[in-house]
């Protein structure tokens, strides 16, 4: 099955710091979706982001899906962004699911 | 307003017990799903239903039954609970399949 790769694996950062969190993948693949999980365990979804570049806020993502990466960027971090930052891809080939990375563990320092 | 509401928050309880945990989505969604997260914060698909009807079943035990009596409703059924079943369960769901998925708060489940 498709692999999914996050890099940093932990990162900390001082607040007002920005920072670039990347996912690699093994193939090709028609949904690609980020999620931040907070202290609190609840699953954020942040972007969609199959390919091209959104914004929103201080959060930007980009997927290149033929060079198989996407990267998430914070910018001006807060204390609030804290927590897990996951990536997550499916091949929309019938009912594929989604494959979730190991996640980023993000800590901003005040 | 929760959009997906799950129930209860935490469960703790013994092995061998059968636990259910509900879960309900006012989005109007289609699609449904059970993921299960390890202690390493690890997220797997357990099952995905769209409109009532089970399109997804990855490897578990057949000791977990999911049930969806209406597309609003995914509820998890666990029988004979061992300790390896202790995680936090989330129930997510997303408008059609691969649209972007939504998440409840999850459920712990602690088994002693």
């Known amino acids: 099955g498709i692999q999914v790769e996050q890099s940093p694996p932990d990162l900390i950062l001082q607040e007002g710091a920005n920072s670039t969190l990347r996912c690699n993948f093994s193939?090709?693949?028609?949904?690609l979706q980020w999620f931040h999980q907070n202290p609190w365990g609840q699953l954020i979804n942040l972007f969609y982001i199959p390919s091209g570049t959104k914004q929103n806020g201080r959060l930007s993502a980009t997927t290149v899906a033929t060079e198989r990466y996407s990267l998430l960027y914070i910018s001006s971090s807060q204390t609030t962004d804290s927590g897990v930052y996951f990536c997550a891809v499916s091949q929309f080939t019938g009912n594929t699911p989604l494959v979730f990375g190991k996640g980023t563990r993000l800590s901003v320092i005040a | 307003d929760t959009a997906v509401s799950q129930t209860p928050k935490y469960l703790v309880t013994q092995m061998g017990n059968d636990k259910s945990i509900k879960c309900e989505q006012n989005?109007?969604?289609?699609?449904m799903y059970w993921y299960k997260q390890d202690s390493k914060k690890f997220l797997k698909i357990m099952f995905s239903y769209n409109n009532k009807e089970l399109i997804i079943n990855e490897t578990v035990p057949n000791r977990f039954s999911p049930k969806s009596p209406d597309k609003a409703h995914l509820n998890l059924h666990i029988n004979s609970l061992e300790l390896g079943d202790s995680a936090v369960y989330f129930c997510a769901s997303s408008q059609v399949r691969q649209a972007p998925q939504h998440f409840g708060d999850g459920t712990r489940l602690s088994i002693l």
């Open positions: 193939d090709s693949v028609n949904n």
């Open positions: 989005l109007g969604h289609d699609t």
